[in-house]
């Protein structure tokens, strides 16, 4: 009797494990929402995608709309090829934007679409021509720290400079010495004699 409840529970905490498991294989391949819902792919091209992965999550208002089915490079403008599948009940308009943004500071990257207001709807295979690319936080770390060597060399060359075309400031003559009186009604010491 023991062994078989003692056998159920090391079952039971096999079976958990697996199943912690796959839940974090889905989490890590981003996979944990998938939709078996229609939907149609539209292409967008991007000059830096950053971090952006396969099945990241298309959103619009904040509300998911679609995923990222593939990304890929075109060697003719040497840009990114970014495939996107939204859901057919979202449909958006042709002149609609999209921007590779981030989750928090340092979280996963997503496309964000903002709507545009053309009367035509984007159809399958269509190539949204209003992008923006990723921001880089290492490119933006660089430039900051470029442009702050940058603004000290210049300071030191303009102070430099203004030193070296300062005009001459000229001498003054040395004021002549004064010879030290005794106040009135004492008498002057006596030179000291010096021996012979």
Do not use: C
């Not at 159920?8 to 796959?22: I, M």
């Not at 996107?84 to 964000?112: C, R």
């Amino acid at each position: 009797m023991k062994k078989s409840v003692f056998d159920f529970w090391v079952g039971l905490f096999v079976v958990l494990g697996f199943v912690a498991l796959l839940f974090l294989a889905l989490k890590a391949g981003n996979m944990s929402s998938l939709s078996f819902q229609q939907t149609y792919p539209v292409k967008l091209k991007f000059d830096n995608i950053g971090a952006l992965k396969v099945r990241a999550p298309v959103k619009s208002a904040g509300v998911t709309v679609g995923r990222v089915s593939a990304i890929g490079f075109d060697p003719q403008s040497y840009q990114a090829v970014v495939t996107i599948d939204i859901d057919v009940q979202y449909p958006f308009p042709k002149d609609s934007s999209a921007q590779i943004l981030t989750a928090g500071l340092l979280g996963e990257q997503y496309i964000g679409l903002t709507p545009g207001g053309d009367d035509h709807m984007l159809k399958p295979g269509d190539t949204i021509a209003m992008t923006q690319s990723a921001i880089v936080l290492e490119n933006l770390i660089g430039k900051f720290l470029y442009g702050k060597a940058a603004d000290a060399g210049s300071g030191t060359a303009a102070a430099g400079a203004e030193a070296s075309t300062a005009p001459a400031v000229p001498a003054t003559p040395s004021a002549p010495a004064t010879v030290s009186r005794p106040p009135a009604g004492m008498p002057a010491s006596a030179p000291a004699k010096t021996k012979e």
